[in-house]
């Protein structure tokens, strides 16, 4: 109720005869709502108001700002968590369906790719994982992971006015920082070679600005400080799910591979591909139909590559 009243306050004796409980009941969760930091004040004769700044993530602070098939997704949201992907495959091997949706405001143990971690402290960043059941096939995976950072991009450069880019293929970064990462999981049905489910899992850093020494230099928020103003996560997430529902969609045909290239900063630039423990020089020149990466070695040869490791080479 003070969600969908957000800004206004609410009459404490008609929330209790809605709940058909007692108004000191009412008093009571307030208190504990208060306790775990809901900004809600209190007027004398009105009754409780949420402010519009308060910013604790909830389905209920994003639910207003969803549309389309959004609207339908089941969202999950807690306050800590291991990680969100290790929690979203368990809940998708237990027949959790399409658009089940699992955040949290914090990751004890949040995952990056090949082992890596990935810095997720309280309240400053968003952690989400959303479960698809895409008819796709295994070739066709990373699909998924660059359709979900076209979506992730136009979301937050429509939240900052910031030009947002992408670096093949799961980066996210403003401002030359990387602001977001992407984590596909997906589990293979042997008997089809489609795939059985994918986790979609992503990582926003918001407002942090105190990272751990070794990412200070590469890591950075989409805000330097919280917009006052409004509860900018609960809106990002909601953005995020209104352009991933479309997104995930229309994987196969491939349209949104247009706006993936004009938004990567690999291409054109000279690179090194990583190949286990060894770096080759190359050219990133293209991204192709199943969103590999195409580079150009110096003998002229091209190669794509769809999953692996780049960085750019400085030219000195
Ligand atoms: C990623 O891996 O960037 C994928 C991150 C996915 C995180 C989401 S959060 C919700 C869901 N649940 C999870 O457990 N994971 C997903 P990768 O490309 O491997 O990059 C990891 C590297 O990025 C690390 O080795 C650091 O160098 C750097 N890094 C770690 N934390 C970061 C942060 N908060 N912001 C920017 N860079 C970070």
Redesign the pocket.
């Known amino acids: 109720m003070l969600e969908v009243n957000r800004g206004r306050s609410v009459n404490g004796s008609i929330m209790a005869e809605k709940l058909s409980v007692t108004r000191t009941a009412i008093w009571k969760n307030i208190k504990q709502l208060q306790d775990e930091g809901y900004q809600i004040n209190a007027v004398r004769n009105l009754g409780y108001c949420l402010e519009d700044s308060n910013d604790i993530l909830s389905a209920e602070s994003i639910a207003p700002y969803l549309w389309g098939k959004a609207k339908s997704f089941q969202l999950d949201v807690r306050k800590t968590v291991t ?4 929690l979203a495959k368990e809940m998708a091997i237990a027949g959790a369906p399409e658009g089940t949706v699992l955040i949290a405001t914090e ?1 004890t143990k ?5 082992g ?5 402290p309280a309240s400053t960043g968003l ?3 959303l479960i698809l059941r895409p008819k796709l096939d295994l070739n066709d995976s990373l699909l998924i992971t660059t359709s979900a950072a076209v979506a992730v991009a136009s979301a937050i450069e429509k939240l900052t006015g910031n030009l947002v880019q992408i670096k093949w293929v ?2 996210i970064f403003m401002n030359g920082k ?1 602001v977001c ?3 596909t999981e997906a589990s293979l049905n042997v008997e089809n070679g489609g795939l059985e489910y994918a986790v979609v ?3 926003i ?1 918001v407002t942090t600005n105190d990272f751990p020494d070794d ?1 200070k230099a ?2 950075g928020s989409i805000f330097s400080k919280k917009p006052t103003d409004q509860p900018i996560k609960s809106i990002l997430a909601a953005e995020l799910l209104n352009n991933l529902s479309s997104s995930m969609d229309k994987l196969t045909d491939h349209s949104y591979l247009e706006e993936y290239k004009r938004r990567s900063f690999l291409i054109g630039k000279d690179i090194y591909v990583l190949k286990g423990k060894n770096a080759y020089e190359a050219i990133a020149v293209d991204i192709d139909h199943r969103a590999r990466l195409v580079e150009e070695y110096p003998d002229k040869s091209r190669e794509a590559l769809s999953s692996g490791e780049v960085s750019v080479r400085q030219t000195p």
């Open positions: 990680s969100t992907n290790t990751q949040g995952r990056g790719r090949m890596r971690s990935f810095y997720s952690y989400m994982s799961n980066d990387k990462g992407i984590l899992g992503i990582g850093n990412i590469i890591a």
